[in-house]
């Protein structure tokens, strides 16, 4: 769809860190515009200081703005100062998202709305907001191309144990992805979407867990552990990754995958749902980690 990116507009979330930051970059060394977006103020600040002599470079800008995804007011008052200061962005990747982990019974209600509030309503709200003015840049000019990316995750098509609330909200994101992209063919040739799913990469993800909330059983604790092993010892970076985005834009791609040798895992998956049996081990590849995970969560709390 966007096939050169020079002097486009990419507005990016969760822009302070990881792969929204890399993405931020990577949009950069492409000649493009950029708007930043993050709740994390001072890192958010830093980011576009580390990005603007780049921009400048290429006669582009970085802007930044502070603002929480989850909250549909913040996001709309986003919305219109950016059509107010801005371009429309032509890229629009809905990336902000935290992560959480433990038995799916043992949340408590301030958990599960906190991981949904930003991983599903921020890419609801950010769907909201600019999809419309989105389209309306493509009808005003038929030379207009768009694109908009959510991140979603390798456990929107998996179901990992003890990760329940992470699940369910990445999922959310593969279907309202998937279903963007149907309700903008019928629209619109000028605008696509894409749903990018990292495996463990290594960023700060693991650092979002909640002490207070999301921290405080057996199987969370656990499952924090677990999370910070996986993403350290991560071997994609997340400039990979936004390397892999930006290839994927150029042809349309609309599943974009990190680790596309884990695939195999959905296929089984998949398969099971054709043949209706047994949910199947979605570590099947590697089930020492379903082992680790057994072990530790029978292991005496006490010992
Ligand atoms: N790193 C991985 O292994 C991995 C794997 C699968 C999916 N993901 C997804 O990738 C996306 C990016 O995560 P990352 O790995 O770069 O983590 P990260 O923690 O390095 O970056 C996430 C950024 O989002 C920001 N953010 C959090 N809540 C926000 C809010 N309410 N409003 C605005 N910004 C907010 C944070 O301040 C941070 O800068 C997330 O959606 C995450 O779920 C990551």
Redesign the pocket.
Known sequence: MIKDFTHQTALI?????????ECAKRAAELGMHLLL????AK??EAACQEITPLTKALDSSCHFFV????EPSAMMSLGEQVLKEHAVPNLVMN?????SGGLIWEHTAQEWDRVL???VW?VINGVTVFTPLMLAAAQKDPLWRGHIVN?????GLLTPPNMGI?NVS?HAVVALTETLYQDLRLVSTQLSASV??????????N??FNDDLGCTTRSQIISKQMLDK??IS?KVS?RDVALKVFDALVLDQFYIF?HPQALGNVQKRMQAILDNTQPPDPFALRPEIGWELRNALKANPNS
């Open positions: 979330t969760g822009a302070a860190s990881g792969l929204g930051l977006v993050d709740v994390n890192a958010l603002c929480d995804v989850s990336n902000a998202g935290i992560a509030k930003v991983n921020g991140t979603a995750s390798m456990a992470y990445k990018l799913c990292p495996y463990f990469v290594p960023t700060a993800i650092e979002s996986a993403v991560g997340a990190s």
